[in-house]
């Protein structure tokens, strides 16, 4: 059974940091296309960062030079590390895979599994 969980959301001051875990299990992370998405309060879901099969990685402008996405073969979980976080990252976090597929991308049709995704608060 296919299956992605993510951790790691929580309470944070703005200006802080938080790292996000996807784990998968039922399957192997190595050839999929990863992305993460947020939702906010009230409004739709948007695409954060992608990793693609090779390695490289995709982030939207809001979030460039502040979030990385990054995969652990070893431990078949991919995260997203969190720096400088603003209110405006409040949002609820999940994680989606693409299987077998090289390229990544933000939009979330792309993708065919999803997490149950993690909280992200970033209040003072």
């Known amino acids: 059974q296919v299956q992605l969980v993510e951790s790691g959301g929580g309470l944070v001051q703005p200006g802080g940091s938080l790292r996000l875990s996807c784990a998968a299990s039922?399957?192997?992370?190595?050839?999929?296309?990863i992305g993460w998405f947020r939702q906010p309060p009230g409004k739709e879901r948007e695409g954060v960062s992608c990793?693609?099969?090779?390695?490289?990685?995709y982030s939207a402008d809001s979030v460039k030079g502040r979030f990385t996405i990054s995969r652990d073969h070893a431990t078949n979980t991919v995260y997203l590390q969190m720096n400088s976080l603003k209110p405006d990252d409040t949002a609820v976090y999940y994680c989606?895979?693409?299987?077998?597929?090289?390229?990544?991308?933000?939009?979330?049709?792309?993708?065919?599994?999803w997490g149950q995704g993690t909280q992200v608060t970033v209040s003072s």
């Open positions: 989606a895979a693409k299987r077998s597929q090289y390229s990544c991308s933000l939009m979330d049709v792309f993708y065919d599994y």
């Open positions: 039922g399957f192997t992370l190595n050839n999929d296309a």
């Open positions: 990793i693609r099969s090779s390695g490289s990685t």
